[in-house]
């Protein structure tokens, strides 16, 4: 019950844990040309991929917060264990190519690498912005789908948190649990629906308000030049 | 136009196969309050969705009969259309909210009208520290704070609101009437489902009272014929030394959400055999957030806990604790293999939830599923009890069988530690904690 809840709750701090600020309050255009250099940054540092996580991490830090940091760490760590330790146990058993630990470990920073990107690009997706982007292009009847979606996950999984935790002090057993923790969650849709009828079933027609923040705005330029000028010094074969 | 704000002959709405309210006639000018009371269950909720006509978009639910608000048919008109003359607070606020962020959620019910939205207004409603916070990690009493200050900036001519200030703290709940009364002054019309129709006395409302979802009195606001505050219950005499024997300690706690500053400061509490703690304070003061850490379901930043015997949180939405999925499951698990079916009966009749014990939890009402969750943590036999807003949502009926058992657990060795609002709980517990700037003090 604790591991489940413990993943929920890092999926939690990951991705909802902050409202329209930090990085989310930076224009879309410079927040999709940072995750793309972000995951070219991975090409140059194929042999030390332990450095894209470290300038990312400092990204997270400056730009998010350091919860987001730990919780994101440790969420794609996960898949990075994964991968690096089966990789190296099949080796081991003769199932595949033997590869060395230190092999290994290079396999987990790569996938933990991409986790981490893909967990960063959800962070600082801005629901308002999407929302705005659908009402100026004439999709005012979909722009409350982002909104509505950064609401009720985390909602969700807050609920199903509790209700785990819970659980835990009745004495139940994590599998016993997960049913009802779920049903709350199916039950917290139909009553959301049934509360906001008149505001799901009517088109959104003018722009949310936000703002974006300076030193936000010029992290991410920084942020930009930085991995440009990497990039540029691996094509001309400097690095 | 109209001096008519809502004209309704409700024929027959509900459930098919379950509860329904029948033959109710109501009519409600510009001008004018109505206050909708009953016991809970009684159908005060049903008759308010079918007026707004929601009842059609519950599972098995269905209406006959008319309803005109503002001079139009919500049952057949866009939604749009009805939106802009009407605000509604539902009774469990945690379901009324869409916005990610309070400013957000302000913000919303405007951009559905095509209006700009100020939400420096937010203030207003004591909001205004919150404008980026995000919606999923506010008290009920400030989600419920939010939902009044979309419901009523907006603009719309008629209000609808199932319990309205239930999890609001009592200056809350006086600036929300006086805000209630300049929106009727102003020519506006509501409609008001609670428990307590007291409250709103001052607006001169009509009154209309319901038992099982049938009209039993409707007319001018007559204080006879709303439920009188509960009585009775005592404390044992033989529970002198209560208190004594310590069955919960929290000592110098400190508690920080993520990336915000601390909500409690140095808090110290304890709870012995026998006693009652209330634990009251404004919205968004951390009362909640204490239940969860004395629960450990949060473990605090600094601070050490010591728990003897089982506990229990019951939290605010009371859905989060069943296990069962009917009320007679979730009982049946509660009392364990060496319970018997005598017991089980019992504590439903206590509990008033004896008809509905069959019922899927999703298609009862809000006060019969905190019945149920109090019914299941009673019999289950937990030392500590952690109750979290207990009463919402209950009548002056029910809340005397609520208190009786509070009272008995307590008299037989509990410990209770009870976060509310509710006026009607205050005499029974044996101290008092406020807290306010993540201080807690007790007397």
């Not at chain 1, 890092?10 to 309050?25: A, D, H, P």
């Not at chain 2, 993520?258 to 909500?263: A, I, R, S, Y």
Request: glycine share 10%.
């Amino acid at each position: 019950m604790q591991i489940i809840g413990a993943l929920v709750g890092l999926i939690y701090r990951s991705l909802f844990m902050s409202g329209e600020t930090g990085l989310k309050t930076v224009p879309s255009v410079l927040k999709i040309t940072l995750i793309i250099l972000s995951a070219l940054t991975y090409i140059p540092f194929y042999s030390e991929p332990y450095i894209p996580v470290l300038i990312l991490s400092i990204i997270g830090l400056l730009g998010l917060n350091r919860w987001w940091v730990g919780a994101s760490l440790a969420l794609s760590s996960i898949p990075g264990i994964w991968y690096g330790l089966t990789a190296y146990l099949f080796g081991f058993l003769g199932f595949a190519a033997h590869i060395s630990p230190i092999d290994a470990l290079m396999i987990y920073f790569r996938t933990t690498y991409i986790s981490f990107l893909v967990l960063f690009a959800g962070s600082i997706i801005s629901p308002v912005q999407l929302s705005n982007f659908l009402i100026k292009i004439g999709l005012g009847d979909k722009a409350i789908t982002p909104i509505i979606l950064w609401r009720t996950m985390p909602a969700g999984l807050h609920d199903m948190m509790e209700s785990l935790a819970i659980g835990t002090l009745k004495g139940e057993k994590a599998w016993k649990r997960l049913g009802p923790a779920t049903a709350s969650m199916i039950e917290y849709s139909q009553f959301v629906w049934e509360n906001n009828y008149y505001r799901l079933e009517s088109p959104l027609k003018a722009l949310l308000p936000y703002s974006s923040e300076k030193k936000y705005i010029a992290l991410v330029l920084a942020s930009i030049l930085i991995e440009t000028s990497i990039l540029v010094l691996y094509v001309l074969g400097i690095v | 136009m109209s001096q008519v704000a809502v004209k309704a002959k409700v024929s027959e709405a509900g459930y098919k196969g379950g509860f329904s309210v029948k033959d109710v006639f109501l009519q409600v000018d510009y001008g004018e309050a109505l206050i909708i009371t009953g016991r809970s269950g009684s159908g005060k909720s049903t008759l308010l969705k079918s007026l707004l006509g929601l009842i059609r978009l519950s599972r098995n639910g269905y209406f006959r009969g008319e309803v005109i608000v503002s001079g139009i048919n919500p049952y057949r008109v866009k939604p749009e259309k009805i939106f802009q003359m009407i605000g509604y607070i539902p009774q469990d606020p945690w379901y009324g909210v869409l916005g990610h962020t309070v400013e957000t959620e302000y913000c919303l019910s405007f951009s559905v009208l095509g209006l700009q939205c100020n939400p420096s207004r937010l203030s207003i409603y004591g909001l205004g520290q919150l404008r980026n916070h995000i919606t999923y990690g506010l008290s009920a009493g400030q989600i419920q704070r939010l939902l009044w200050a979309s419901s009523i900036d907006k603009g719309g001519k008629v209000f609808f609101m199932d319990e309205p200030g239930v999890y609001v703290d009592e200056q809350g709940k006086k600036e929300f009437i006086d805000l209630v009364e300049r929106h009727i002054e102003n020519g506006g019309s509501a409609i008001i489902v609670d428990h307590d129709p007291l409250l709103w006395a001052p607006l001169s409302p009509k009154l209309l009272v319901l038992e099982n979802g049938r009209t039993v009195y409707k007319g001018v606001f007559r204080e006879d014929k709303v439920p009188a505050p509960p009585e009775g219950g005592s404390r044992s005499k033989t529970m002198e030394n209560r208190g004594n024997n310590v069955l919960l300690i929290a000592d110098n706690i400190w508690y920080s959400y993520p990336g915000q500053k601390p909500v409690l400061k140095g808090v110290s509490i304890t709870a012995g055999k026998g006693e009652i703690i209330g634990v009251t304070g404004p919205n968004g003061t951390g009362k909640s957030t204490l239940l969860k850490i004395l629960a450990g379901i949060y473990k605090p930043s600094k601070g050490t806990i010591m728990r003897k015997g089982k506990t229990i949180l019951i939290p605010e939405n009371p859905l989060l604790y069943f296990s069962g999925a009917t009320i007679k499951e979730e009982l049946e698990l509660a009392c364990g293999r060496y319970c018997n079916e005598e017991k089980i009966k019992a504590v439903a009749e206590e509990f008033g939830i004896t008809h509905i014990l069959e019922k899927p939890l999703a298609e009862t009402s809000s006060g019969e599923r905190r019945r149920a969750a109090l019914a299941s943590a009673f019999l289950a036999g937990y030392d500590v009890f952690l109750f979290d807003e207990p009463s919402g949502g209950l009548d002056n009926y029910i809340i005397k069988n609520v208190i009786d058992s509070i009272l008995a657990a307590a008299n037989s060795g509990k410990a209770v530690v009870i976060a509310s609002h509710d006026k009607r709980l205050y005499r029974i517990y044996d101290k008092t904690c406020v807290i306010e700037g993540g201080i807690l003090k007790c007397k």
